[in-house]
């Protein structure tokens, strides 16, 4: 929608996809040198990214080559979310580490052949990495951000105008899905189904290890991550504009595109809270009655209004304590900009 693609079509997300499931999986080398930098035998992120840190600024008083770390697109939530948790050691992509796109499912072959250091993916690629080389999860997005936005039911915008009617069928069909994936009854059904050569073509077991929220960590201890790979609870589906706004300033961060009032909008009206509340209301689900929220500011769950009466939601904290108000984004984005300069 920012035009940054050489794709003409115009696209609307009336739904999201879940929330947390992405993890930074790194190989058993750097698993190696990350423990002996005082990395955490558990998934802290705080930690982690301080261990991180440490091996960075270690190899490039070496001489060494700079780390390479794989993300799924450049404009994917797995590369803000990485890119957000490196900054914020002062680790900067493109001058302290490189990024590099590789598919999600070539990310374990890419990391055992040595072609990355690391990556950033949703699950079960962190674990399949896992079975095939020995590596290791570092931390999860859902440790950097709790209930951190991911994928998107994302449609044509001419589509979703002339067939409402439809649109809100295809999204009440996927919102269902998302409350059976929730289900922990379902998680062994799930499995099997994902694990079919023609979707993931991965063992059912490694799959489940994401859905149960076992993972195992650096020490090579298995480890819960609570929130991690959620499909519905707590408004996980919810499009909020918030997230929209949180992930365009990330763009602007990293140099993708250029602020502006315009560009802004179009983010913002790219995800579409109130197909959202229309297509569900049928269904007497509650969903919030607000589009955006301040991210960052729920340390626990909290009871918010909602279509009907109040629902539960959060936490939502980033793991440096940091907040995101769409109303000040000028601030964040001067933050931002402060932080590269220096």
Not at 160 to 178: L, N, T
Request: aromatic content about 8%; hydrophobic content about 45%; glycine content about 10%.
């Amino acid at each position: 929608n920012l035009g940054l693609m050489p794709f003409a079509a115009r696209l609307v997300a009336p739904l999201a996809l879940g929330t947390g499931g992405n993890t930074i999986t790194v190989s058993r080398d750097l698993a190696a040198a990350l423990i002996e930098s005082g990395g955490p035998r558990d998934l802290d992120p705080a930690v982690a990214v301080q261990a991180m840190k440490r091996v960075v600024l270690e190899r490039l008083a070496r001489g060494q080559p700079k780390l390479v770390l794989g993300i799924v697109h450049p404009h994917s939530a797995h590369h803000y979310q990485l890119a957000y948790w490196l900054a914020a050691a002062g680790v900067e992509p493109g001058r302290d580490v490189e990024f590099v796109v590789v598919a999600p499912p070539q990310m374990p072959a890419a990391l055992a052949e040595g072609q990355v250091d690391g990556f950033c993916a949703g699950e079960p690629w962190g674990s399949v990495s896992m079975a095939q080389s020995g590596a290791r999860i570092l931390t999860t997005g859902t440790n950097i951000w709790r209930g951190s936005p991911e994928k998107v039911l994302g449609l044509r915008r001419d589509f979703a105008d002339a067939d409402p009617a439809r649109v809100s069928c295809i999204v009440r069909a996927v919102f269902r899905a998302a409350e059976w994936c929730d289900k922990p009854g379902n998680r062994g059904e799930l499995a099997m189904l994902l694990s079919r050569p023609e979707h993931l073509d991965q063992p059912a077991g490694i799959i489940q290890r994401g859905l149960d929220r076992r993972l195992t960590g650096l020490a090579g201890f298995e480890i819960e991550a609570p929130g991690f790979m959620t499909f519905a609870a707590g408004a996980a589906t919810f499009p909020w504009i918030s997230h929209a706004a949180w992930l365009y300033a990330q763009m602007v961060r990293w140099g993708q595109v250029a602020h502006s009032p315009a560009a802004l909008a179009a983010a913002c009206a790219s995800f579409r809270p109130d197909l959202a509340r229309a297509s569900l209301a049928p269904l007497g689900s509650a969903l919030p009655a607000t589009d955006a929220k301040v991210e960052g500011a729920l340390p626990a769950e909290a009871s918010i209004a909602a279509t009907s009466g109040t629902m539960s939601i959060g936490p939502d904290t980033f793991f440096d304590g940091g907040r995101f108000d769409i109303a000040h984004i000028e601030d964040t984005l001067a933050a931002y900009s402060a932080a590269q300069a220096g």
